[in-house]
């Protein structure tokens, strides 16, 4: 069973508009939810991270809503730019062993 | 930023021989790990590595794998021998402890022919 999931292979939104891509995850142990991006060619950068104890994460256009109790988690990416496009992977840890385990990625498309 | 360097980007290698792959970790960076990526899949765990010990290690990593970080010099990734399974992109990756951010190379991209 795979224990992050991510609802979307691919999401495709116009400039200007907040991009949510969707998370889940099984182990409720987890108390660590960092987001990356990941560019062709790059290596995963992280955007944004949260902890369990917390329920909403906010940084610049980026925000990470967390929902314990249903073990789900979005991102919301206001006023998406072209340069936004990129694979988005939800990860989830838990603190004492710094291992990530990643879902599929979202592949986000914004198209001018 | 902090930087995670890999070395080289490109490996092409015959199914059989050995590969290594080196790492320069963030300074003063604790943990240490390697992730396989296959194409258009996900990331996947390999490997942790703490204080010149192997802390976790996946399913995936096979008997064939196995790590090291002489003296603080390059952490490396070696397989032997290579299989065709084994063609991958390996990202290394470094953090300061658990729960902090986990800094990524930008991945050797490993080709077993």
């Known amino acids: 069973q795979q224990q992050v999931r991510q609802s979307s292979q691919s999401l495709t939104v116009w400039e200007g508009e907040t991009a949510i891509l969707n998370c889940s995850y099984e182990?409720?142990?987890?108390?660590?939810f960092p987001w990356y991006q990941q560019f062709p060619g790059e290596g995963p950068a992280l955007l944004i991270a949260?902890?369990?104890?917390?329920d909403k994460k906010e940084d610049g256009r980026f925000t990470i809503f967390f929902n314990k109790r249903e073990k789900n988690l979005s991102l919301h990416i206001k006023d998406s730019q072209p340069g936004d496009s990129a694979t988005y992977f939800c990860?989830?840890?838990?603190?004492?062993?710094?291992?990530?385990?990643f879902g599929d990625g979202t592949v986000l498309t914004v198209k001018p | 930023g902090p930087k995670v360097l890999q070395i080289p980007s490109h490996q092409i290698i015959d199914m059989g021989q050995m590969v290594t792959l080196n790492c320069d970790p963030v300074?003063?960076?604790?943990?240490f790990y390697w992730y396989k990526q296959i194409l258009g899949q996900q990331m996947e765990f390999l490997v942790n590595?703490?204080?010149?010990?192997?802390?976790?290690k996946s399913k995936l990593f096979k008997d064939q794998f196995s790590v090291e970080r002489p003296d603080g010099s390059y952490f490396t990734l070696k397989i032997q021998p290579t299989a065709l399974e084994d063609s991958a992109v390996y990202f290394c990756?470094?953090?300061?402890?658990?729960?902090?951010?986990?800094?990524f190379g930008k991945g050797t991209r490993l080709t077993v022919v």
């Open positions: 990860a989830a840890s838990l603190t004492n062993t710094g291992k990530l385990t």
């Open positions: 990756a470094s953090s300061s402890g658990g729960g902090t951010e986990v800094f």
């Open positions: 300074s003063n960076h604790l943990y």
């Open positions: 182990n409720s142990a987890f108390d660590y």
């Open positions: 590595f703490y204080n010149g010990k192997v802390m976790e």
């Open positions: 949260i902890r369990s104890v917390s």
